[in-house]
């Protein structure tokens, strides 16, 4: 008899934001189909009290636990309190720091949020995120030249939130809507530093989701022509066209994730020398 659940709970606790473990626990979740996680983050646990709190929480909810703390003591107290309580509980990061003190012979710093710490990688960050919120849409094109990379495509092409993810990483990303009939800036045309990159998909795809654009939408939209396939397809052919006329790469997002776009878009841009 098969005893598969289509839901549980996954209980994700960290001594910082608990970004890590998002991340991690979302891609262990997806693998299993048919069985939805309920989320519960417990960020920045860093004493006895709050420890004692969430067990009591994992009683009422049992799930999955997965965790990252740096103070051994309190690590401590999740392991037990889990193992009393008969649940699976995996600290997320030892496996891998043990890799890391092995192959680099020194213990780790054991600092909390050690990924968080305000050096130039976090400065530049903030400024590749503020240089593409200004950039969005359109925004300001004579500024394409100070840009790492300018993503264009048609409308419902995941633009912006692949140039997000970019400027999360570091990278000044700017983002340009396709429009047929509508001539691109000169700021396009004349800028020689940043990689300029088309995002295509099919035609399903793109009226799939400018349809749910349009359930939303109150006014100024024309939804028989922003959802016809036929139209769609011209639009996507007008640019293809720009881009093989311009040598500028295409990517296909229609499979794709908002990752998997941009680490297409990170392996396309020039290796530093």
């Known amino acids: ?16 934001t608990g970004e890590t473990l998002i991340s991690a626990g979302r891609a262990a979740a997806a693998q299993f189909r048919g ?12 004493s006895k009290k709050q420890i004692k709190a969430l067990i009591d929480a994992l009683d009422r909810e049992p799930g999955i636990v997965l965790y990252t703390i740096v103070d051994q003591d309190l690590a401590a107290l999740v392991e037990t309190g889990c193992h009393e309580l008969g649940l699976p509980c995996v600290n997320v990061l030892a ?3 043990e890799k890391f003190q092995d192959y680099l012979g020194a213990p780790s710093r054991g600092r909390v949020g050690a990924q968080h710490v305000l050096n130039a990688e976090y400065f ?13 849409d359109g925004q300001a094109p004579e500024d394409y030249d100070q840009a790492d990379v300018v993503i264009i495509g048609i409308s419902r092409t995941s633009k912006t939130p692949t140039s997000i993810y970019l400027a999360n ?10 429009v047929p009939g509508v001539p691109l800036p000169e700021g396009l045309l004349k800028a020689t530093r940043p990689l300029i990159v088309g995002l295509i998909a099919t035609s399903d795809r793109i009226s799939q989701v400018r349809e749910n654009r349009v359930l939303g939408a109150t006014t100024g939209y024309d939804r028989s022509e922003y959802v016809d396939r036929a139209s769609i397809t011209e639009e996507l052919k007008y640019a293809r066209s720009l881009c093989a006329r311009n040598n500028w790469p295409l990517i296909d ?3 794709r994730s908002i990752e998997e776009t941009a680490a297409a878009i990170v392996a396309l841009r020039p290796k530093p020398r």
Request: glycine share 2%; aromatic share 8%; proline share 5%.
């Open 1 to 16: 008899m098969e005893n598969r659940k289509n839901f549980f709970h996954l209980h994700l606790i960290s001594d910082s």
């Open 253 to 255: 997002v229609t499979r």
């Open 169 to 178: 990483r570091g990278i000044k990303t700017a983002n340009l809507p396709i």
């Open 124 to 136: 530049a960050r903030i400024e590749a995120l503020n240089f593409t919120m200004d950039h969005d």
């Open 35 to 46: 069985s939805n996680a309920i989320e519960h983050v417990y960020p920045l646990i860093r």
């Open 95 to 97: 496996p891998i720091i």
